[in-house]
């Protein structure tokens, strides 16, 4: 039951190691991404702020005519795959997704580049992976951005799926760490019980010595008395046995003599 507890405690560590490394990328040099980026450029206050609130667009809406299609095409891939920053020597840097169309071969490497990354960064196939998430994470971006430069309809589409996907896993990530307390305090509960009834069973253990001795000291004694009854009957049947033996030879004795001493009495 203790190692329930401590699987339950590396569980949880575990995704609290995954908030923090999340919260700190963001401060080191981005790692090779399955995604496509342009070329890394200085970033502008006014840029990190409109990252931060660009919206998701939605199904309905439809592009003006007085924007281009390559803006149109960058702002609304910025806002399906944020751009990535970060900061080196007081700099800070940005890279926004590439806007440049996909080619045959950028789809065909696409799965031999996802399966070199998840062999060279051992992720596991089973159970939980946060390597493997990750990787995987970055290949639907990379597909949402190959088919939303190809048509904008189909990504914001897909974009919609891995958000739900996303929201869902956050959903039961969230319900998870949520009984993690109820379910330590469960198996606290529940060894708590168990000692309770394990002390109950040694001190009935106990109990049941101490009857055992009792019944061996009674048995000892029933027996001693039963001796002593049968030879004490034994002792009275013998005496009484030569009593009546005596009387009778005293009666016998007595008819003989009396016989001698009045033989004309019987007559």
Not at 81 to 101: A, C, F, H, N, Y
Not at 114 to 119: A, S
Not at 229 to 250: P, S
Request: some cysteine; charged content about 30%.
């Amino acid at each position: 039951m203790s190692e329930n507890i401590f699987k339950l405690q590396q569980l949880n560590s575990l995704f609290k190691s995954k908030r923090e490394n999340k919260a700190e990328e963001n401060k080191k040099t981005p790692s090779e991404s399955l995604i496509q980026y342009s070329n890394q450029q200085e970033a502008t206050l006014q840029q990190i702020r409109k990252k931060q609130s660009l919206p998701v667009p939605t199904l309905e809406s439809k592009p003006t005519i007085d924007v281009t299609p390559l803006i149109l095409s960058q702002e609304l891939l910025n806002s399906l795959i944020k751009p990535r920053d970060w900061e080196i020597d007081g700099r800070r840097l940005m890279q926004t997704v590439s806007i440049v169309p996909p080619s045959r071969d950028d789809i065909t490497n696409l799965q031999k580049l996802l399966d070199e990354r998840l062999v060279s960064r051992q992720a596991r196939e089973y159970p939980l992976c946060p390597i493997r998430e990750e990787l995987f994470g970055q290949c639907f971006d990379e597909i949402i951005r190959q088919v939303t430069i190809d048509c904008q309809e189909r990504g914001v589409i897909l974009a919609r799926v891995r958000d739900d996907l996303n929201k869902t896993i956050v959903a039961y990530k969230t319900l998870y760490e949520g009984s993690m307390p109820f379910s330590l305090q469960k198996q606290l509960n529940a060894e708590d019980g168990l000692n309770k009834l394990e002390q109950q069973i040694t001190k009935l253990n106990e109990t049941k010595q101490e009857l055992e001795l009792k019944k061996q000291f009674l048995t000892n004694k029933k027996e001693a008395l039963e001796r002593s009854i049968k030879e004490k009957k034994d002792a009275n049947e013998q005496r009484r046995k030569t009593e009546i033996e005596f009387l009778k030879y005293q009666n016998s004795h007595l008819e003989s003599y009396q016989k001698q001493v009045n033989p004309n009495k019987n007559q």
